[in-house]
């Protein structure tokens, strides 16, 4: 699998935009009002039909007034719904539901049929039309209000999911679970695994981040590209959704071949920083450790005494089960020690990535839904039952994983649960060894 370019990603960020897909279809709406004015040139026969001015100006005069009101009220209605999002679920969802491609692509055919009709009633006024351009008008009209009309039906239909915790957790499920399966199809980011007993050079150069904040993305095809035919290699010290500190070293390289100067040094620490995407926010792209933690945020604030909703966090347990099963079926041998896809080929021979490990995803998913539902014996009667079916998959470090999260989450029920009955209805469920 291809790993991502900076360019390519910023790219798919930008195309994530709101305004960027309804700028599109807008455009298109416009290019096609002002192309039925070559028709007279393009279809020079006489098409047999002669569509009054009036008639095309009816329809024009209907669609650009309703869908300036539907713009306006869809915006209205999405925004009470992410507000809703935010305070039922989390705010760290949002950013999903305001990605969502039905939603994206209904308010952009509003905004594209809106700027249609405006710019053909002009037109239209201006005389610009002849017989052939009013037939071609009317009938780009009606292909215009056939999308009219199945973007309103696709968005009732959705109206009735958007702002639920469950749409939201549906979102954060989808991301997260990209995230791991791209993972898994280019382990380390396609590179090498820089474990324990990795040994960097003493002489190797630090290279510290730009800024403070969260590392988004890194750019392996550029790195790799910049080190080339050298005898380099760069040791990454965080991966994607660490937080970095301008005076805390992110990684380190080392060039083995002797006469490099210290411009050259300097170009490939240069080479590195740029190469690494620095934001104020994680993202779930490269980063499958955020996508737990937002489902199990949605399941912490279920379980707070404001919203007081163990079912919900009931449901979190269950996708993060699901999640954490797809992780386990990677096929991982146990000298892996948890991380992802075994040893496997790397794309990038020369640079090394931190792995991720099981201990760490289970740690995300489970530990603080454990400590906010110590006291609610449904929820941790169902954490512990998904921890033993955790427990019977994977491979070493996952088993292992798993335990050691249900003996925590153990410890923490035994102290928080005040019945001994169901205190021992938990113990009665016995973890596999």
Known sequence: MKHMTKWQWVLLQTARRLWVRAALIGALGVAAAILATLAETVVPWELGVDI???????????????MLAVTTFSLSVMTSAYQSATSNATPRATKLLIQDNISQTVLSTFVGSFLFSIVGLIVLKTGAYGPQGRAVLFAVTIIVIALIVVSLLRWIDYLTQLGRVENAADQVEEATRTALQSRLATPYLGSNPLREDTVIPSD??????????YIQHIDMPHL?????????????????????FPDTPMARFHISQTGTDRDDMDRLCSAIQKAVIIKDERSFDQDPRFGLCVLSEIGMRALSPGINDPGTAIDVIGRLTRLLHVWAKRGCGDRDEGSIGGEGHAVYDNIFVPPLTSADLFDDAFNLLARDGDKQIEVQLRLRKSLKALSRLGDHAFRRAAQEQAALALKRAQAGLVIEDDKARLEAIVMTK
């Not at 095309?56 to 005069?61: A, G, N, R």
């Not at 790799?224 to 970095?244: K, T």
């Open 52 to 66: 009054r001015a009036e008639a095309v100006d009816s329809i024009l005069s209907i669609i650009a007034s309703s």
């Open 204 to 213: 190797a150069v630090s290279v510290y981040p730009s800024r403070i904040g």
């Open 224 to 244: 790799s590209a910049c080190i080339g035919e050298r005898e380099a290699a760069i040791y990454f010290l965080v991966d994607p959704g660490s937080f970095v």
